[in-house]
């Protein structure tokens, strides 16, 4: 987004248009359409999350990243893009105040870039506040979350508007960031390490050591790796924020360095994790080495060389499988390393502009700067390590007061026997099968656990009534076969059964030797499903006739339905 248009207003013969909002139809085009793009990422950040959880919490953390774009994408339109990019009166370097409630109308010569701008901006605020919730898997309360992700646009805005907004501090002293390695990722790590941190470990994390859980899905994982790398395309090329002009070439590079940057990060996760495990493949080490690497080039994407890009994707990856197991050891547990891929990697990315970063003439994206390493001196170096320390500030210390007061609201914390019985059942009334889920509610039984409210709640993945129908179809065939020993013990081994081909109801004779005993009454035979079936809850039909002058009775558990 720092692409040398946002932050520089253009004179249009009587009146002028914000930097933000200098946008020609084909590149409206290219920014609703990266936009669109960017949205997707939301499915993978859900996969990658779900894989990484244990099952009975793989719907909760979906229904967090559903809440995070409803809940999330109100607040910003509410107040969230007038705190980063307003043009009030009261606008000052710390935040930009005006245009809440977003709505221009049909009349405005701008309503067209205005909404390309705001639905832009939108892509990235939902994917900042997304990254929390999977360093808050398994063991968050669902409605703190709600409220969390409510009020967390606050943490993302504010420091977005210092980097890219006309108003912001570290934007006026000439920081660089062109797709949000500081003010989506690093934020949205550290805001995800503050929170971890807070809600403390998982129930028994660490218990037997510092090695990494089970995945639930590693498929899933996997998957998400997959949509993000799509996703992130379209979230570093879209931020070159147009076509026109000279941008289309540096979006095409975006795209390749974005590429070249996943490919070294990728290569030395892969390295490391064979090393590590001593010729084992740890998925997890795979994908958060090449979202790390991701992460890194985002800030400068098409400031680099392609062998740059390997670089720093490769540095950016050590750094995060390096990161993941130290915050373990520190007690900090984050589930989908989070905490390590966007933060620790955010950070990185961050610096990297101030050693690497080209002068992308004709562009003003740098102000005419160049990296360290380029010949540019220690000035964009500075700036650069100036805004990690900025956002790394901010972001952890935004989340624990934000956290603190939500906890005095709700808790933050699931009650111990729900973060035993899994997310999904206790909050979503969702009970999968063979996951433990029994001996869960049979060790809380003793303790006096009030289990009412889920009791009686069916697995998912079948049919309850076709599952009664199927327990009575059962109970009615045992019936009659408890009939059929019994009538063959009372007339012997000789008793002649007989059923009329094409009746629906057989008419069985017995003819006994002794005298006196006479069965001559009808009812039901066995008969394929086709037919008719056996019911166990309706007494119409007499059963059994009169045995040695006995009067009639009724089985209270057997008839049968037409």
Not at 517 to 542: C, Q
């Amino acid at each position: 987004m720092n692409n040398g248009t946002v932050g520089a207003p253009r004179n249009h013969s009587n009146y002028v248009i914000p930097g933000l909002y200098d946008l020609s139809v084909e590149d409206t085009n290219w920014v609703l359409t990266s936009s669109f793009i960017i949205f997707t990422m939301q499915t993978g950040f859900g996969m990658l999350e779900s894989g990484c959880v244990s099952i009975k919490n793989e719907v909760n953390i979906m229904m967090k990243n559903v809440i995070d774009i409803v809940l999330g994408g109100f607040t910003y339109w509410l107040f969230g893009y007038g705190m980063s990019f307003g043009r009030g009166p009261l606008s000052n370097p710390f935040i930009a105040i005006g245009d809440f409630l977003l709505d221009p109308p049909v009349g405005d010569a701008l309503m067209g870039q205005i909404f390309a701008a705001f639905l832009f901006q939108l892509s990235f605020a939902t994917t900042a506040t997304t990254i929390v919730s999977g360093a808050m898997a398994e063991r968050c309360n669902f409605k703190a979350y709600c409220l969390f992700s409510f009020l967390n646009t606050v943490v993302y805005c504010i420091p977005a508007g210092w980097v890219w907004g006309e108003h912001g501090f570290l934007n006026k002293l000439g920081a660089v960031d062109i797709a949000g390695s500081g003010p989506v990722h690093l934020i949205g790590g550290a805001s995800a390490f503050a929170s971890a941190a807070m809600l403390g470990p998982r129930l028994g994390r660490y218990s037997e050591g510092y090695d990494p859980l089970p995945l639930g899905n590693p498929v899933n994982a996997c998957m998400g790796l997959f949509v993000l790398w799509w996703g992130w395309l379209a979230f570093n090329s879209g931020s070159t924020y147009g076509v026109s002009g000279a941008k289309w070439q540096y979006a095409a590079r975006a795209a390749v360095m974005t590429m070249m940057g996943s490919f070294g990060g990728g290569f030395t996760s892969s390295i490391y994790s064979f090393w590590r495990h001593g010729g084992g493949m740890d998925i997890m080490d795979l994908i958060n080495g090449v979202l790390g690497s991701l992460v890194s080039i985002t800030a400068g994407c098409f400031l680099y060389r392609a062998w740059e890009a390997l670089v720093i994707g490769a540095i950016g990856s050590l750094f995060c499988v390096l990161a993941m197991p130290l915050f373990d050891r520190m007690g900090v547990d984050d589930p989908v390393g989070a905490s390590a891929v966007h933060g620790v990697c955010g950070i990185w990315g961050v610096i990297a502009v101030g050693l690497f970063a080209d002068n992308p003439i004709p562009l003003d994206t740098t102000n005419g700067r160049s990296g360290l390493f380029k010949g540019g001196g220690w000035y964009l170096l500075g700036i650069q390590t100036l805004s990690a320390l900025c956002l790394v500030c901010w972001g952890i210390c935004s989340t624990f007061l934000l956290l603190y007061v939500i906890n005095k609201i709700i808790p933050i914390r699931m009650d111990p026997h729900e973060e035993l019985l899994g997310a999904d059942l206790t909050e979503h009334r969702i009970r999968h099968s063979q996951i433990g889920l029994s001996r869960a509610i049979s060790a809380l039984a003793p303790i006096k656990v009030d289990l009412k409210d889920i009791a009686g709640i069916q697995p998912i993945g079948i049919n309850p009534g076709h599952e009664r129908s199927i327990d009575q179809l059962r109970a009615a065939e045992d019936k009659l076969q408890q009939w059929q020993s019994y009538l063959e013990q009372v007339s012997g081994p000789r008793a002649n059964l007989k059923m009329d081909a094409g009746q629906s109801h057989a008419d069985i004779n017995f003819k006994p030797r002794t005298a006196g005993n006479v069965f001559n009454r009808r009812i039901p035979a066995r008969k394929s499903i086709s037919g008719g079936l056996y019911r166990a809850n309706n007494s119409e039909l007499p059963v059994i006739g009169s045995v040695m002058g006995q009067k009639p009775e009724k089985d209270p558990n057997f008839a049968w339905v037409d």
